[in-house]
């Protein structure tokens, strides 16, 4: 039986543990045709998804992947309650087709993704995320990873710390920042944040005049350097694709223009535009795949523009102020092929 949306009032009193998830309701909609299937949430974080999923309809299941040990454990927590209908994995979502075969499935009704990173990780100091806490420059979700953004400040060059200050953050004043970082680390290694926070401002200096932080693009740009966050979106969201039963539906939130360019466009492509030299922009409508570039029609758009968060719940959640949700229902009677690891 369908149940009723939850109330968050169960966050009430954890709000630092508990990470508060964004566009809820909207996720629940876009996926209530797949509450009677599996649904595979790749970034489950401390659960708050997947619990809105798995008190929706008792007949869900979901597949939570996260490769943030301390957050799996945190959802494991919660979530005991709903058994079997919750299976917690961690694992990188780029290996969802490991995941699945392990699982036994080869299609599932629903994928939800919502990238980026959790109040969890982001307000624990030792964790290094944020200038707003004194701690180790680290920024790995997964720690099993080895590069931490100590290692990227203080041994890249000049060159390359402007580079990807610029590429990652779209900060304008990259250059002026890598020089102050490359100066201040002569006379010893950058350790914590707020050491780094304090080097950033000083260079960017009075003349930025945002309501931002003047450390925060540079600190997202570690951050997606560290998490190797933009390589292989494309290819997951393939995978994705393939991995959708017909009928099932892909619900994908953002919170940066890169990464959302890079969804927007390659959504587009399963949906048929093509992308090849010979037909540029043209709508391919076959289900057998264009011969120059391999468009074809496996999803339908559920959402023409992104959805973003209400003003409403951005007052009460700021950090969704930058969320776009983008969605597609996979098309119906398309042959899938097998799965190739
Ligand atoms: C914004 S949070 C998700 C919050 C979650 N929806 C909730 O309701 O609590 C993003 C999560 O995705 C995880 N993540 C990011 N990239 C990942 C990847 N490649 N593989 C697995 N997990 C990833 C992060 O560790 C983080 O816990």
């Given at each position: 039986m369908l149940q009723p949306l939850p109330s968050w009032e169960f966050n009430s009193g954890q709000e630092r543990a508990w990470h508060r998830p964004v566009l809820v309701r909207e996720v629940v909609e876009l996926l209530r045709p797949c509450l009677d299937g599996v649904i595979v949430?790749?970034?489950?974080?401390?659960?708050g998804h997947a619990e809105a999923l798995l008190l929706a309809s008792e007949r869900v299941r979901v597949i939570g992947i996260d490769w943030d040990q301390e957050a799996l454990a945190l959802a494991r927590e919660r979530l005991q309650s709903y058994g079997d209908r919750f299976v917690p994995i961690h694992e990188d979502f780029k290996r969802l087709n490991e995941v699945l075969v392990r699982q036994g499935l080869?299609?599932?009704?629903g994928i939800l993704v919502d990238l980026g990173v959790s109040s969890l990780q982001l307000e624990t100091?030792?964790?290094?995320?944020?200038?707003?806490w004194e701690g180790p420059l680290d920024m790995r979700?997964?720690?099993?990873?080895?590069?931490?953004a100590a290692e990227l400040v203080n041994t890249l060059s000049e060159r390359d710390l402007a580079d990807l200050i610029f590429r990652?953050?779209?900060?304008?004043a990259a250059s002026r920042i890598a020089r102050a970082i490359v100066r201040a680390r002569?006379?010893?290694?950058?350790?914590?944040t707020t050491e780094l926070a304090e080097i950033v401002a000083r260079a960017v200096g009075a003349r930025r005049t945002t309501?931002?932080?003047?450390?925060t693009r540079t600190f997202q740009a570690l951050r997606i350097a560290v998490n190797d966050e933009l390589s292989g979106l494309e290819s997951f969201l393939d995978m994705a694709i393939e991995r959708l039963a017909p009928g099932g539906r892909l619900v994908i939130i953002s919170f940066h223009s890169l990464e959302d360019r890079v969804i927007k466009h390659r959504l587009r492509f399963h949906t048929g535009r093509c992308d090849c030299a010979?037909?540029?922009?043209?709508?391919?409508?076959?289900?057998?795949?264009?011969?120059?570039?391999?468009?074809?029609?496996r999803l339908v758009l559920l959402t023409r523009r992104a959805i973003r968060p209400s003003e409403a719940e951005v007052r009460e959640?700021?950090?969704?102020?930058s969320a776009k949700l983008r969605a597609g229902v996979r098309s119906r009677g398309e042959p899938l092929s097998a799965i190739h690891l």
């Open positions: 949430d790749c970034t489950v974080g401390t659960g080869s299609t599932v009704e100091a030792e964790r290094g995320f944020s200038f707003q979700m997964d720690r099993r990873r080895t590069v931490t990652y953050g779209e900060e304008p002569a006379h010893r290694p950058i350790q914590t309501r931002i932080h003047p450390a010979i037909r540029r922009g043209a709508v391919w409508r076959e289900v057998e795949p264009c011969p120059h570039c391999g468009a074809a029609r959640n700021p950090r969704a102020r």
